[in-house]
């Protein structure tokens, strides 16, 4: 028994040893779990919009942290271990919103799950990632047939293109 708890402890290092390091490689921060006061949070009205990229986007709320407008990205459901990189990528598109709207780079960016919140450091690399998503979804949007970019068979079952998608798992 001792030696099976061992082997899933070994397995469980090894296999989040190998999402930071993929992690890395891709230049997305992993977040730090912060503590935020919901109640100096002030609600979003209208979208933000980049006219140079063609970008708008909605976050939660934006804080005004010493002298930086911070966007916060709230999740209903309750924290994974690290941040799924689809949530970094979407907080990441509202931070380069704030820096084209205000005009100052926000420092990080802040998911706050059900029962936690973590900072994302919006990094060089971090915009960088975020700067060739958009030229690839760009890239994609006059062809006619994209491959599906996932082995998700949750994601397509609950997807509205199921019925006219020929990729659907
Ligand atoms: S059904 Fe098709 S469009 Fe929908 S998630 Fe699956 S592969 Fe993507």
Redesign the pocket.
């Known amino acids: 028994m001792l030696l099976l708890a061992l082997v899933f402890l070994i397995l469980a290092l090894f296999l989040f040893w190998q999402s930071s390091r993929q992690r890395r490689a891709a230049g997305l921060p992993s977040g730090r779990i912060v503590y935020t006061d919901t109640r100096a949070w002030g609600k979003v009205e209208k979208p933000l919009y980049d006219p140079d990229l063609r970008l708008t986007g909605k976050p939660d709320y934006l804080v005004e942290r010493n002298g930086h407008i911070i966007p916060v990205e709230v999740k209903s459901g309750r924290a994974p271990r690290a941040p799924y990189d689809s949530h970094i990528l979407q907080l990441a598109a509202y931070c380069y919103l704030a820096e084209k709207t205000f005009g100052k780079r926000p420092p990080y960016g802040i998911l706050h799950y059900a029962n936690r919140d973590f900072a994302v450091d919006y990094t060089p690399a971090l915009r960088a990632a975020l700067l060739d998503v958009i030229a690839e979804m760009r890239r994609d949007e006059h062809r006619t047939n994209v491959d599906?970019s996932?082995e998700d068979a949750r994601?397509?079952l609950g997807?509205g293109?199921?019925h006219h998608?020929d990729?659907?798992?």
Do not use: E, L, S
């Open positions: 599906r996932h994601r397509c997807c293109f199921r998608c990729q659907a798992i």
